[in-house]
């Protein structure tokens, strides 16, 4: 009896220690960050150039009238939302029964020549987030007149012909959840899944903002991450944010569990039970075999 015992002991340790190391893996997954300022968002078409010739993507997914138009790295050194929206795309991609009715917009890096060197405006200097033509725009060096900057004139083109429902754009890092327009009750929705404030910190001379939110009545939220949230792991960073993207694309609806990321414990669940279930038969097949030898 000792013998067998321990013999079933070591089997029991030895898939446990396999099962944990499954655990350790599957928990840290989920997409990594785009490396580099030329990481590309599948399936996005060009809708414009940078200073420097870089693209100026946007993904479309969905075909329904409910629009949401959602902009990462307006300026170029608030990446952190940059791999926050090739993650939303994907788990979007992989519900697409979610987008019914709904359209979702994605300009993954809308100043790719600031995202390039890690700094806040373009190459010509320009604050892009206040060369909009807004009412209350300002003019001068460092916000351009209006739509001067190339980066500037693809976000108006697109917005002109998408006409979106909502707009979401992504900064850092005020640490709280702004809007303009008509937009309160939508940042409150995305309030209850992160835990940005929601804090309405008033329109800025010339930004996307005041132009979309105040002078053309769409609601838009500006999402404002912590500072050095890019270099969270990804995991963390979608866990603290990409619930509430999440939010603001089926508003007013409740975001549904797809967009938790405890999806890794599907896998590593049945792996467990899996492994529980193996060594439980070959300790029946071992006694059956002694009890076969004794009769």
Excluded at 11 to 27: A, D, E, Q, W, Y
Excluded at 97 to 115: C, E, F, H, Q, S
Excluded at 246 to 275: K, R, Y
Aim: hydrophobic share 40%; net charge positive; glycine share 10%.
């Amino acid at each position: 009896m000792p013998a067998r015992y321990n013999a079933v002991m070591v089997k029991l340790m030895s898939h446990g220690v396999c099962f944990l190391l499954l655990l350790f893996s599957l928990s840290g997954c989920g997409r990594r960050q785009p490396v580099g300022p030329e990481s590309r968002l599948k399936g996005a078409v060009e809708i414009g150039r940078s200073v420097e010739g870089r693209p100026i993507e946007c993904l479309e997914l969905g075909t329904g009238p409910d629009s949401t138009l959602i902009i990462a790295t307006i300026h170029g050194n608030e990446n952190a939302g940059t791999p926050l929206v090739h993650e939303l795309a994907d788990r979007f991609r992989r519900n697409p029964n979610l987008l019914a009715g709904r359209k979702l917009l994605i300009v993954p890096v809308a100043n790719p020549d600031g995202y390039a060197a890690d700094k806040r405006f373009n190459v010509n200097g320009v604050d892009l987030n206040r060369n909009f033509p807004a009412s209350n725009r300002q003019d001068n060096d460092r916000y351009g007149s209006a739509l001067s900057e190339p980066e500037s004139q693809a976000l108006k083109a697109l917005l002109d012909r998408a006409k979106p429902t909502r707009i979401v754009s992504i900064h850092q890092p005020l640490v709280c959840l702004d809007y303009d327009g008509p937009g309160e009750a939508i940042a409150r929705h995305m309030g209850r899944y992160c835990e940005l404030p929601v804090q309405q910190i008033g329109s800025r001379p010339g930004s996307l903002g005041s132009h979309a939110g105040v002078d053309l009545g769409i609601p838009i939220i500006t999402m404002e991450l912590r500072r050095d949230d890019e270099k969270l792991p990804f995991r963390d960073l979608w866990r603290a944010y990409g619930p509430a993207l999440a939010a603001s694309v089926v508003f007013p609806e409740a975001v549904p569990a797809t967009f938790f990321d405890s999806q890794w414990l599907v896998p590593v669940v049945t792996a467990g039970v899996l492994i529980a279930l193996s060594v439980v038969a070959q300790f029946v097949r071992g006694r059956r075999r002694r009890g076969s030898t004794l009769q």
